[in-house]
């Protein structure tokens, strides 16, 4: 039952209570990330730069071939670090 739930979160809640309504529901939809896995003999994570409008793509480099598969559009450092998180990579060179 979420109403008695609510109520409580409202009674003792210093901040807004739709706020804090909002915080509580909205956990419960989030989705849990899983690290997915790349090969990491052949391939490399690779942020590749525009140097006109300074768009940022976070992707791997065929060392081999030099191909890059586009994986994700980086529009700040939120998007980088849930790139490294979901990626488990430790450091990512820029190419431009």
Do not use: W
């Amino acid at each position: 039952m979420l109403f008695p739930k609510i109520c409580s979160i409202i009674k003792r809640s210093d901040e807004s209570p739709a706020l804090t309504i909002m915080n509580e529901v909205l956990s419960m939809f989030k989705k849990k990330q899983k690290k997915i896995e790349y090969d990491k003999t052949n391939k490399k994570a690779v942020l590749k730069c525009s140097i006109c409008n300074g768009e940022q793509v976070a992707g791997f480099k065929d060392l081999d071939t030099g191909h890059f598969d586009e994986i994700m559009l980086i529009r700040n450092t939120a998007d980088l670090d849930e790139f490294m998180e979901m990626y488990d990579v430790a450091a990512i060179t820029k190419e431009y």
